[in-house]
Protein backbone atom coordinates (compact mmCIF):
# COMPACT_ATOMS: atom_id res chain seq x y z
CA UNK A 1 0.00 0.00 0.00
CA UNK A 2 1.24 3.44 -1.11
CA UNK A 3 -0.76 5.51 1.79
CA UNK A 4 0.19 8.81 2.12
CA UNK A 5 2.80 10.21 -1.03
CA UNK A 6 3.87 13.55 -0.65
CA UNK A 7 6.52 15.09 -3.38
CA UNK A 8 8.89 16.71 -3.88
CA UNK A 9 10.91 14.85 -0.83
CA UNK A 10 13.12 18.32 -0.94
CA UNK A 11 12.97 21.59 -3.00
CA UNK A 12 15.01 24.87 -2.32
CA UNK A 13 13.07 27.97 -3.57
CA UNK A 14 14.20 31.89 -3.90
CA UNK A 15 12.16 34.27 -2.27
CA UNK A 16 8.97 35.23 -3.92
CA UNK A 17 8.64 31.82 -6.19
CA UNK A 18 5.66 29.92 -5.61
CA UNK A 19 5.24 26.51 -5.70
CA UNK A 20 2.90 23.66 -5.01
CA UNK A 21 3.71 20.26 -2.52
CA UNK A 22 1.53 17.09 -3.27
CA UNK A 23 0.10 15.10 -1.99
CA UNK A 24 -2.07 12.07 -2.71
CA UNK A 25 -3.86 9.32 -0.54
CA UNK A 26 -4.82 5.66 -1.43
CA UNK A 27 -7.40 4.41 1.24
CA UNK A 28 -10.19 6.90 0.55
CA UNK A 29 -9.99 9.04 3.63
CA UNK A 30 -12.38 12.19 3.66
CA UNK A 31 -10.07 14.21 5.57
CA UNK A 32 -7.11 15.74 4.37
CA UNK A 33 -4.69 18.14 6.64
CA UNK A 34 -1.24 19.55 5.81
CA UNK A 35 1.12 20.18 8.99
CA UNK A 36 4.14 22.19 9.14
CA UNK A 37 7.57 21.17 11.71
CA UNK A 38 10.25 23.90 12.59
CA UNK A 39 13.36 22.62 14.35
CA UNK A 40 12.54 21.61 18.15
CA UNK A 41 8.78 22.41 17.39
CA UNK A 42 5.73 20.23 16.97
CA UNK A 43 3.34 20.14 14.07
CA UNK A 44 1.62 23.05 13.75
CA UNK A 45 -1.91 22.73 11.14
CA UNK A 46 -1.90 24.88 8.30
CA UNK A 47 -4.68 23.55 6.41
CA UNK A 48 -7.52 21.14 6.07
CA UNK A 49 -10.10 19.28 3.77
CA UNK A 50 -13.26 17.46 5.30
CA UNK A 51 -13.99 15.99 1.90
CA UNK A 52 -13.76 17.20 -2.23
CA UNK A 53 -14.49 20.28 -2.32
CA UNK A 54 -14.38 21.61 1.24
CA UNK A 55 -11.35 23.13 2.82
CA UNK A 56 -10.82 25.00 6.19
CA UNK A 57 -7.75 26.91 7.81
CA UNK A 58 -5.52 25.48 10.52
CA UNK A 59 -3.29 27.82 13.01
CA UNK A 60 -0.75 28.74 11.03
CA UNK A 61 -2.63 29.54 7.26
CA UNK A 62 -1.22 32.48 6.29
CA UNK A 63 1.14 32.35 2.47
CA UNK A 64 -0.39 29.28 2.05
CA UNK A 65 -3.24 28.01 -0.13
CA UNK A 66 -5.66 24.77 -0.65
CA UNK A 67 -7.98 22.72 -2.97
CA UNK A 68 -9.36 19.46 -2.93
CA UNK A 69 -11.14 18.58 -6.55
CA UNK A 70 -11.13 14.80 -5.86
CA UNK A 71 -10.63 12.68 -2.40
CA UNK A 72 -7.30 11.12 -3.56
CA UNK A 73 -5.01 14.83 -3.59
CA UNK A 74 -4.89 17.30 -1.64
CA UNK A 75 -1.97 19.84 -2.67
CA UNK A 76 -0.63 22.90 -1.03
CA UNK A 77 0.37 25.93 -2.69
CA UNK A 78 3.26 28.42 -1.43
CA UNK A 79 1.94 31.69 -3.25
CA UNK A 80 5.08 33.89 -2.91
CA UNK A 81 7.90 32.20 -0.50
CA UNK A 82 9.44 33.53 2.47
CA UNK A 83 12.51 32.56 4.73
CA UNK A 84 9.86 32.11 7.42
CA UNK A 85 8.19 29.34 5.57
CA UNK A 86 11.64 27.48 5.87
CA UNK A 87 10.45 23.90 7.07
CA UNK A 88 9.55 20.33 6.92
CA UNK A 89 5.52 20.04 5.58
CA UNK A 90 3.56 16.89 6.45
CA UNK A 91 1.03 15.92 4.79
CA UNK A 92 -2.20 13.39 6.79
CA UNK A 93 -5.31 11.96 5.53
CA UNK A 94 -7.64 10.43 8.40
CA UNK A 95 -9.26 6.93 8.71
CA UNK A 96 -13.31 6.98 10.01
CA UNK A 97 -12.27 6.01 13.09
CA UNK A 98 -9.50 8.65 13.87
CA UNK A 99 -6.18 7.51 13.15
CA UNK A 100 -3.71 9.90 10.88
CA UNK A 101 -1.41 8.64 8.39
CA UNK A 102 1.52 10.65 7.96
CA UNK A 103 3.45 11.42 4.97
CA UNK A 104 7.11 11.64 4.88
CA UNK A 105 7.53 14.68 4.69
CA UNK A 106 8.36 17.80 2.21
CA UNK A 107 11.90 19.79 3.35
CA UNK A 108 11.54 22.55 2.02
CA UNK A 109 14.25 25.77 1.86
CA UNK A 110 13.48 28.86 1.33
CA UNK A 111 16.69 31.15 0.88
CA UNK B 1 -9.30 23.52 22.42
CA UNK B 2 -8.86 21.42 25.56
CA UNK B 3 -5.13 21.66 26.45
CA UNK B 4 -2.52 18.56 26.93
CA UNK B 5 0.18 18.37 29.47
CA UNK B 6 3.26 16.42 29.03
CA UNK B 7 6.88 16.72 30.28
CA UNK B 8 9.58 17.82 27.85
CA UNK B 9 11.87 14.45 27.91
CA UNK B 10 11.74 11.20 29.73
CA UNK B 11 14.82 8.39 30.09
CA UNK B 12 14.44 4.62 29.86
CA UNK B 13 16.48 1.22 29.93
CA UNK B 14 16.21 -0.77 27.15
CA UNK B 15 13.42 -3.85 28.06
CA UNK B 16 11.41 -2.02 30.98
CA UNK B 17 8.21 -0.62 30.84
CA UNK B 18 7.62 3.14 29.80
CA UNK B 19 4.95 5.10 31.39
CA UNK B 20 4.39 8.07 29.74
CA UNK B 21 2.38 10.66 31.46
CA UNK B 22 -0.17 13.31 29.84
CA UNK B 23 -2.41 15.70 31.89
CA UNK B 24 -6.14 17.04 30.17
CA UNK B 25 -8.03 18.68 33.03
CA UNK B 26 -10.08 20.76 30.85
CA UNK B 27 -11.06 17.56 28.55
CA UNK B 28 -14.63 17.57 27.40
CA UNK B 29 -16.85 14.48 27.82
CA UNK B 30 -16.66 13.33 24.45
CA UNK B 31 -12.84 14.25 23.62
CA UNK B 32 -10.95 11.40 21.96
CA UNK B 33 -7.40 10.82 23.74
CA UNK B 34 -4.82 10.06 21.02
CA UNK B 35 -1.30 9.38 21.25
CA UNK B 36 1.60 9.64 18.33
CA UNK B 37 4.84 9.26 17.83
CA UNK B 38 7.47 11.01 15.81
CA UNK B 39 10.84 8.87 15.30
CA UNK B 40 13.95 11.21 14.23
CA UNK B 41 13.30 12.54 10.26
CA UNK B 42 10.17 11.06 9.85
CA UNK B 43 6.58 11.89 9.71
CA UNK B 44 4.17 11.29 13.03
CA UNK B 45 3.35 7.42 13.09
CA UNK B 46 -0.62 6.70 14.90
CA UNK B 47 -0.13 4.68 18.17
CA UNK B 48 -3.23 4.52 20.37
CA UNK B 49 -6.21 6.65 21.04
CA UNK B 50 -8.81 5.85 23.70
CA UNK B 51 -12.09 7.35 24.86
CA UNK B 52 -13.14 6.19 28.44
CA UNK B 53 -11.92 2.51 29.19
CA UNK B 54 -8.12 1.34 28.69
CA UNK B 55 -7.43 0.16 25.43
CA UNK B 56 -4.32 -2.11 24.13
CA UNK B 57 -2.63 -2.88 20.74
CA UNK B 58 0.22 -4.34 19.47
CA UNK B 59 1.91 -0.75 20.23
CA UNK B 60 1.20 -0.21 23.72
CA UNK B 61 -1.31 0.28 26.23
CA UNK B 62 -3.61 3.19 27.19
CA UNK B 63 -4.53 4.09 30.84
CA UNK B 64 -7.07 6.36 31.04
CA UNK B 65 -7.89 8.33 34.89
CA UNK B 66 -11.60 7.55 35.91
CA UNK B 67 -11.86 11.03 35.53
CA UNK B 68 -10.48 11.67 32.21
CA UNK B 69 -8.31 14.13 33.40
CA UNK B 70 -5.37 12.08 32.96
CA UNK B 71 -3.92 9.64 31.01
CA UNK B 72 -0.44 6.80 30.60
CA UNK B 73 0.65 5.63 27.21
CA UNK B 74 2.68 2.38 28.24
CA UNK B 75 5.37 0.61 26.40
CA UNK B 76 5.86 -2.53 28.11
CA UNK B 77 9.32 -3.17 26.99
CA UNK B 78 11.02 -0.04 25.30
CA UNK B 79 13.27 -1.01 22.65
CA UNK B 80 16.02 1.63 21.20
CA UNK B 81 13.59 2.16 18.39
CA UNK B 82 10.92 3.59 20.67
CA UNK B 83 13.31 6.36 21.05
CA UNK B 84 11.25 9.09 19.51
CA UNK B 85 8.96 12.30 20.41
CA UNK B 86 5.71 10.90 22.13
CA UNK B 87 2.50 13.60 21.26
CA UNK B 88 -0.76 13.37 23.29
CA UNK B 89 -3.51 14.86 22.03
CA UNK B 90 -6.88 15.33 22.29
CA UNK B 91 -9.64 15.39 19.77
CA UNK B 92 -13.28 16.32 19.64
CA UNK B 93 -15.66 14.05 17.80
CA UNK B 94 -16.80 15.28 14.61
CA UNK B 95 -15.27 14.89 10.85
CA UNK B 96 -14.58 18.27 10.66
CA UNK B 97 -12.32 18.27 14.10
CA UNK B 98 -8.21 18.63 13.68
CA UNK B 99 -5.05 17.10 15.86
CA UNK B 100 -3.47 19.59 17.59
CA UNK B 101 -0.11 18.94 18.00
CA UNK B 102 1.86 20.02 21.41
CA UNK B 103 5.52 19.70 21.95
CA UNK B 104 5.17 16.53 23.35
CA UNK B 105 7.89 14.39 25.15
CA UNK B 106 11.32 13.20 24.32
CA UNK B 107 11.73 9.81 24.84
CA UNK B 108 15.36 8.70 25.17
CA UNK B 109 15.83 4.97 25.65
CA UNK B 110 19.88 3.53 26.98
CA UNK B 111 21.17 0.04 25.72
Known amino acids: NAGVTQTPKFQVLKTGQSMTLQCAQD?????MSWYRQDPGMGLRLIHY???????DQGEVPNGYNVSRSTTEDFPLRLLSAAPSQTSVYFC??????????FGEGSRLTVL | DAKTTQPNSMESNEEEPVHLPCNHSTISGTDYIHWYRQLPSQGPEYVIHGLTSNVNNRMASLAIAEDRKSSTLILHRATLRDAAVYYC????????????FGKGTTLSVSS
Open chain 2, 89 to 100: ILRAQGAGTALI
Open chain 1, 49 to 55: SVGAGIT
Open chain 1, 27 to 31: MNHEY
Open chain 1, 92 to 101: ASRKSTGELF
